[in-house]
């Protein structure tokens, strides 16, 4: 390997290493303010580790095909060091300020929600509700003034079919059977 290609490689472990410090103080303010679980903290830490890890090698590999000498170390603590040392607060406070304009943003997506689609099918529901109430009223209304004169026509239409499959006979066979069995079990004799 020679000079030029170590040189490269040193230089991508700087930039894995500020890289690497930059995913950790944000995954740290995320679950800060998200005040995840106990539980899945140790899972998300470990998640993280591997996601790192499999960056670092992925960028040595394609720096000097994943040969791993002392300075690769060297690269990355240096750029994690010098990216804590300049960049962490600057990081912390955009994360801060991401996850505050993300919260009204979602803030203000349920606000557009609720104005224009909750609230409008509760109206719409409400004005069902009292359709289908205004109509009960009108039908019971109508119902006790006409109807005697509607059962008697409704069953004027439907006598001939009744005559025709002998209903008359059968629910007056049907009525007596009762009667008889009603006075069977339950008069005294």
Known sequence: MNLHVQWVTLLWMLFSGGI??????SYRVVSGQLRFPR????ALDLL???AASIFVFRMLYQSNQGQ???YVFLGLFVGVWIYFLF???ITERFVVMLMVVTKRIYALVLRLIQ????????ILLKGVKLALGFAWIVVLFLGRISLLPIWRILRWMAMPLL???HIPERADKLRSWAVQLWNRWFTKN
Not at 20 to 25: I, K, P, T, Y
Not at 115 to 122: G, N
């Open 48 to 50: 993280y580790w591997a």
């Open 163 to 165: 005559r025709r499959f």
């Open 39 to 42: 539980w899945t903290v140790h």
């Open 68 to 70: 791993l000498r002392f």
């Open 20 to 25: 690497l410090g930059v995913a950790f103080d």
């Open 115 to 122: 104005l224009f689609i909750i609230a409008p099918i509760r």
């Open 87 to 89: 960049l962490s607060v």
